[in-house]
Nanobody
Framework: QVQLVESGGGLAQAGGSLRLSCAAS????????MGWYRQAPGKERELVACITGGGSIDYVDSVKGRFTISRDNAKTAVYLQMNSLKPEDTAVYYC?????????????WGQGTQVAVSS
């Protein structure tokens, strides 16, 4: 099947930057949606950003102007550039890929990568 491998999490100071990467274990032709979610301790998982196959992008209000999502269809990868980090961005970040056609039809999640922002 398909596995998503994430990297790029870690510790940053407030105002700093981190870049998250998520790549699929096999090539998938133009997934319908690729995105990033996060879950902070004691809170529900929330959508951070997503990008469709057609390039439409959406962000949660709290990260607009600070985070940028992008995708590389040739690599079946999605990225999240996080700038001007705040302590409230601390969470485990998960990538998600939705495939609606072909042999890999389904919803896939990464294993999660920890992001910690110190004040």
């Amino acid at each position: 099947q398909v596995q998503l491998v994430e990297s790029g999490g870690g510790l940053a100071q407030a105002g700093g930057s981190l870049r998250l990467s998520c790549a699929a274990s096999r090539y998938i032709s133009r997934p319908a949606v690729m995105g990033w979610y996060r879950q902070a301790p004691g809170k529900e998982r929330e959508l951070v950003a997503c990008i469709t196959g057609g390039g439409s992008i959406d962000y949660v209000d709290s990260v607009k102007g600070r985070f940028t999502i992008s995708r590389d269809n040739a690599k079946t990868a999605v990225y999240l550039q996080m700038n001007s980090l705040k302590p409230e961005d601390t969470a485990v970040y998960y990538c998600k890929v939705v495939v609606v056609s072909g042999p890999y039809n389904g919803v896939y999640w990464g294993q999660g990568t920890q992001v910690a922002v110190s004040s």
